[in-house]
């Protein structure tokens, strides 16, 4: 039997249009959109996914640790409802909005408190964000080998053999366990669930642990002194006239040529 | 702050030379250590010492350093890790600069809470404060919707990584040389717990590789209408030696294979011209892409957003647009 733990952050949707995306300048956070619910980070979906792949092959445990100033219970029986074994809930205002170190080593704590583990998977980064620091913080805790942005893991013979995705291809890896690997979107998207899989979870207990349990304390080592909306408009666009379509192709090209933009080698 | 204190790049190769990350590293580092009066040092890890090294005097470096160890041959992190933790904890640098790829991001975060230090990836600026001499960090975030300054909380050396084409390579100069300095460290093996067994190259990755090195991108989002469309593209793909990509429409649709999607799911690029054809200029896209040099969009709509952020903009069916380019184009580059 291995035990996995995949970590998982509820994040404001990235999908949601600038036009209702708002920052708190002073307090350098940014006001979660109101009727829009926060969503499972899409990596930490990939994560989850990679896990269910392994346990379609092997005889897994799945625990899904999940952080968050509110956990809508749907959600969290969402990951059970797709294959999860237990989830865990580590939810309330003292969790909202924590820089990666005090998150990481949250996290640790809880792992710790879990219990025996074979790999923790998490996401890459978060999509709100995108530190990228998380997974570190907790692989440094536990003291154990990390692999990042995988698509893949199996286990053989007590050892995990990870595809790693590289820049010009993929890295076959072989760790021992316990290790911590981290996700990205080539494991592809998290599976769908069943409507009688829902049902069968409605009553699964879901353990609620405070910042208290897990020996929460401030650890940051970093800060945000300036947070602003950039200004992305402000170019003055250069619109290139004429009386068709196709006199407007022909100027661009002579002007970009004109101007020096399409390089000379070209 | 001691007087040994300078700005330490962790270099790469790539083809048997400096990789462009490293020669932008040492840009950007250059810069910093300028301000800060200090020297740029660039660190190498290897199984032996390449000649190539010794190129990094002529992009500006100090001093050249080289760990070395038959283990280095493949990168795992368990190895590389001990021994940038090493030279850091035995030069004590100011700033460490990693380039923010499959390395950098694996490497940065971990190195940072084993000292116990700040990091902040991904940043597309990096200053240094006047009145305080700290890094100052910037990184977008939520997708490219906010920027955050990021400062160290008096916890060094300070740690960043630097996204790919945001800084100039630093200037060649044949004449500036040195000695590779051999650094020491001694890796305890009983502590590299994984291990590198083989490579696979992928034709979809090798795809999406092209994407991130091309200096010409042409993309296309929903206004191209089918699948078709993208032909006209190519064909200036073609002419300008650049790479054909999408936005997360194109993708959904099925017209462009995942690798060469453009925007905040998507791969971040930044060519030195971006066209953005039929692609309206939602800010999930143009995370991708507003580091471009030059951004040209085609577009039917007037009013679209895109034309807030691109530098020329032609309204028009974009099919009838880019043919005349295409063909005016070959006219210029046949000399005529």
Not at chain 1, 2 to 28: G, Q, T, Y
Not at chain 2, 243 to 257: H, M, Q
């Amino acid at each position: 039997m291995i035990n996995i733990i995949v970590c998982m952050k509820l994040i404001i949707d990235p999908e949601v249009p600038v036009s209702v995306f708002k920052i708190d300048r002073e307090a350098k956070k940014p006001i979660p959109p109101e009727g829009t619910p926060p969503v499972i980070n899409p990596f930490d979906e990939n994560a989850l996914e990679a896990a269910l792949k392994l346990k379609d092959a092997q005889e897994c445990k799945i625990t899904v640790l999940s952080l968050g100033r509110s956990l809508p219970k749907a959600i969290l029986q969402r990951t059970l409802a797709v294959g999860a074994d237990e989830v865990i809930a580590m939810e309330g205002p003292e969790f909202e909005n924590l820089d990666p170190f005090i998150t990481g080593l949250a996290l640790a704590n809880a792992i710790k408190k879990i219990g025996p583990y074979d790999l923790i998977f998490t996401g890459r980064q978060a999509g709100d964000w995108d530190a990228g620091i998380v997974w570190a913080q907790i692989a440094e805790l536990l003291d154990i080998p990390s692999i990042t942005i995988a698509r893949k893991a199996e286990v053989h013979n007590g050892k995990a053999t990870v595809e790693r995705v590289v820049a010009d291809g993929i890295e076959i890896l072989e760790s021992d366990l316990p290790a911590l690997i981290t996700f990205s979107n080539e494991v592809g998207e998290l599976r769908q669930f069943s409507l009688p899989a829902l049902v069968k979870v409605k009553k699964h207990p879901i353990p609620r642990w405070s910042g208290s349990d897990v020996g929460m304390q401030d650890n940051s080592v970093i800060e945000i002194r300036d947070f602003y909306v950039p200004d992305l408009g402000g170019v003055d666009c250069t619109f290139i006239d004429g009386d068709s379509a196709g006199e407007r192709g022909r100027k661009l090209a002579r002007k970009l040529n004109r101007e020096g933009i399409i390089p000379k080698e070209i | 702050m001691g007087k040994n204190k300078h700005v330490l790049i962790f270099g790469e190769m790539e083809a048997g030379s400096l990789s462009p990350m490293t020669t932008q590293l040492l840009g950007i580092g250059r810069k910093l250590a300028g301000a800060l009066k200090q020297e740029v040092h660039l660190l190498f890890l290897g199984a032996k010492i390449d000649p190539v090294f010794k190129t990094g005097f002529c992009y500006g470096a100090d001093k050249v350093l080289a760990a070395v160890d038959p283990l280095f041959e493949n990168y795992v992190n368990d190895s590389y890790l001990q021994a940038v933790t090493q030279v850091v904890r035995a030069r004590d640098p100011e700033i460490v600069l990693f380039g923010q790829n499959d390395k950098g991001m694996d490497l940065a975060p971990r190195l940072a809470v084993r000292l116990h230090a700040g990091v902040t990836l991904d940043c597309v600026d990096l200053d240094i404060d006047a009145a305080s001499g700290l890094l100052k960090q910037v990184k977008p975030v939520f997708g490219g919707k906010v920027n955050g300054h990021y400062y160290t909380k008096n916890a060094f050396p300070q740690i960043v990584s630097v996204r790919d084409r945001v800084f100039e390579p630093a200037d060649h100069d044949e004449a500036r040389t040195g000695e590779v300095e051999v650094v020491d460290i001694s890796l305890d093996v009983s502590r590299v717990r994984s291990r590198f067994i083989e490579k696979q190259r992928d034709d979809g990755l090798n795809l999406a590789q092209k994407l991130l090195n091309s200096s010409v991108v042409i993309s296309g989002g929903r206004g191209l209408k089918e699948k078709e469309g993208f032909e006209v593209l190519r064909r200036t793909a073609e002419l300008l030696i650049g790479t054909v990509a999408g936005s997360r429409p194109a993708i959904d649709y099925g017209w462009l294979p995942n690798a060469l999607q453009v925007g905040l799911t998507g791969k971040k690029v930044s060519p030195e011209i971006y066209f953005a054809v039929g692609i309206s200029g939602a800010i999930q896209h143009m995370a991708g892409c507003l580091k471009s040099k030059v951004i040209v969009a085609i577009n039917e709509d007037r009013e679209a957003p895109i034309f807030t952020m691109a530098h020329y903009g032609v309204v028009g069916d974009y099919k009838e647009v880019l043919t005349a380019f295409n063909d005016e184009l070959e006219h210029i580059k046949s000399g005529a």
